[in-house]
């Protein structure tokens, strides 16, 4: 019998590139496919005009990646790209089409407790770079070499300009589990991040990681073991599924795991 597969589509945050899932590929198991999506402006379509509307990228994802949204699949983004996420899955039941198994929401606050004046001034570099700086996360290379980051913060100004369009109107709760994950050093208040719970109509996870905005990557092994877990847990049915969960490491993050 053929073992378990998933496709795992992983969405940048913003001013990145989907490049920064890459690792991925050979530190999660062989049964978990990673699909980038490349948003445009960037990466292998860096020649291509960025998208700055919410929607239309929502709609334009939905569309790119529609093959890969047939069968069993996961969605995971971090900051802007868990907004993008959540999105494509509202996007999916509204179109009645194949929702995923699970969406990973990363470092990101919930869509109806986003701060509204999060972007506002931010059209300008020393803000951009200000951000950059407080956030963290961006090696110091790319402050030394004058064109990668000319390429971030125009980059980062049009993801910006995305998630300023991001629809506001309330949606109903998402029928599948959710599983959001946040770092405990974060700017982010707690309580916005917990308020993804609103969005699931399924089962809520939420882990709690040390480290900042970017504990995806301070705590990844930690981070990928809790995906690996999830993503087991949706084969529980499945014969090899208790053997897959047996290889992931264990590690000491804190869960909160219900159904609602």
């Known amino acids: 019998m053929r073992s378990p597969s998933i496709d795992l589509l992983v969405l940048p945050c913003a001013g990145a590139s989907a490049t920064m899932y890459l690792r991925w590929r050979r530190l999660l198991p062989e049964w978990v496919r990673i699909v980038p999506v490349e948003l445009p402006g960037r990466g292998a379509r860096i020649g291509e005009p960025y998208q700055e509307d919410c929607v239309r990228l929502v709609e334009q994802i939905c569309d790119e990646h529609a093959a890969a949204m047939q069968g069993r699949y996961a969605l995971f983004g971090h900051s802007m790209g868990a907004l993008l996420a959540y999105a494509v899955a509202q996007r999916q039941r509204a179109l009645g089409r194949t929702l995923p ?61 995305i998630c300023a369009s991001f629809p506001a109107a309330l949606q109903p709760p998402l029928p599948l589990p959710l599983h959001v994950l946040g770092g405990r050093s974060d700017d982010i208040a707690p309580e916005r991040i917990e308020a993804w719970r609103q969005e699931a109509g399924g089962q809520f996870m939420l882990d709690w990681f040390d480290g900042g905005h970017f504990f995806i990557r301070q705590q990844e092994q930690q981070v990928l073991a809790a995906i690996a877990r999830t993503l087991t847990r949706q084969f529980s049915g499945v014969r090899h599924a208790a053997a897959l969960a047996s290889t992931q490491p264990r590690n000491n993050h804190e869960c909160i795991d219900t159904t609602i």
């Open 101 to 161: 198994c699970v969406v990973f929401a990363s470092g990101s606050p919930a869509p109806l407790r986003r701060d509204s004046t999060r972007y506002l001034d931010k059209d300008h570099d020393d803000a951009l770079i200000a951000d950059l700086r407080r956030q963290g996360g961006t090696p110091e290379e790319v402050f030394a070499n004058s064109e990668l980051l000319r390429m971030t913060l125009d980059t980062l100004a049009a993801d910006y300009r």
